[in-house]
Nanobody
Framework: QVQLVESGGGLVQAGGSLRLSCAAS????????WGWYCQVPGKQRELVAE??????NSADSVKGRFTISRDNAKGTVYLQMNSLKPEDTAVYYC?????????WGQGTQVTVSS
């Protein structure tokens, strides 16, 4: 079992920055994919960025603004969010995949005011 706990969300003005953190606990050995997804009411959860084996992938809408990184020693993955826009407002979820099983955090709200 893997438990994921996000932190770092909040309210920020457009153009500002936030750093989300996701701390993993439990059996974290063997996690091969880490990711961040976002969801707004009435829409499906969407990929924001993911990292696997040192290779990152991100949605076109956040390229150049958001950066995903991880600290293996701490079992933590981060999402640095810069130049935030009102359309980035969403609940952000941490995701991990370990041996074909998907795990999710409880989500953290990010609200960007114009």
């Amino acid at each position: 079992q893997v438990q994921l706990v996000e932190s770092g969300g909040g309210l920020v003005q457009a153009g500002g920055s936030l750093r989300l953190s996701c701390a993993a606990s439990g059996i974290i050995f063997g996690i091969n994919v880490w990711g961040w997804y976002c969801q707004v009411p009435g829409k499906q959860r969407e990929l924001v960025a993911e990292i696997s084996g040192g290779i990152t992938n991100s949605a076109d809408s956040v390229k150049g603004r958001f950066t995903i990184s991880r600290d293996n020693a701490k079992g933590t993955v981060y999402l640095q969010m810069n130049s935030l826009k009102p359309e980035d407002t969403a609940v952000y979820y941490c995701h991990a995949e370990r041996r074909g099983i998907f795990y999710w955090g409880q989500g953290t709200q990010v609200t960007v005011s114009s």
